[in-house]
């Protein structure tokens, strides 16, 4: 299955086409034509373009002495639109992309000239059931769950309730909470020692890596 995902404001337009290059399949092209199918869907509890939106931020200082992670998006070349490949067959898992080298290194922040980043997907877990390369919070808390592992609670907008700075409303927000379960695998070589930095998964003190909003 192919998931194409849109986090411009705006928008916008695709078309699906299938192209043979084996005559010998030209028989089947009629029936291929009817194997396409369009779903289209979009967050309930977040606007696009708006501050009521998921966002994961990762900023330079916070990040010091720690490899970015591989999905991190490519600030200034990222395309509109994402795809991404997931079978949602069961027993059928995507294996490790077994990268030889790390995806960003540490000149990330010089070379965008950018000291923080927003991305609109999971960091560091890039290969996990169910997604792809980017495990967008909506279509996980949204569409994606309803386990006794993984599931989700979701009050009513009018219900929500915020911890203000100065708490005259209490110290408990009323607002969602999931409980997600997933079943991943690293891209990263884990043979591969790195000198100057260290991944996610090595850092053996705590440690604030990204912020939620």
Known sequence: MIRIFNFMPEDKKFKVGIELYNALFLPYLAQ????????????????????????????????????MPYNSVDYGEDPELWLDFVSTAPGVNMTSKDLDKDAFDNTYWQSKQINAVVMPWIPFFSNCDGSDTRIIPYDIFEYNINTDESYCTLPKFEDIRVVNPIPTSGLEPIADRCTLKLKC?????????RSNTLRWFEILEPKSLFFMT
């Open 32 to 67: 291929l034509a009817t194997k396409v199918n369009i779903e289209l869907s979009s967050a309930s509890r977040q606007q696009r373009g708006t501050n009521h939106t998921f966002a994961f931020i990762l900023n330079e200082v916070q990040m010091d002495g720690t490899t």
């Open 185 to 193: 695998r690293f891209d990263e070589d884990l043979s591969y020692l």
